[in-house]
């Protein structure tokens, strides 16, 4: 199973990205998504942001994400 996270964009640089999720910084390809700024959400899956997404849809990715990496209580 493959899995793509959402992150937000830090700076550009021609056709690289700097992003960042929950601290993680990443540098990550911008080739398969048109016109990216900083600020913007992105998901990324393998080094690449494949889509664009609106930051309340990354938030909502994002606390999945969490949900299912939490630890289940006793």
Do not use: W
């Amino acid at each position: 199973m493959c899995l793509a996270i959402p992150m937000r964009v830090i700076s550009v640089d021609g056709n690289l990205g700097r992003v960042e999720a929950s601290g993680a910084l990443l540098t990550v390809a911008l080739d398969l998504v048109e016109g990216v700024q900083p600020g913007d959400y992105l998901l990324v899956h393998a080094g690449f942001a494949i889509a664009r997404m609106d930051a309340d849809e990354a938030q909502e990715n994002l606390d999945i994400i969490k949900r299912l990496t939490e630890s289940p209580e006793p």
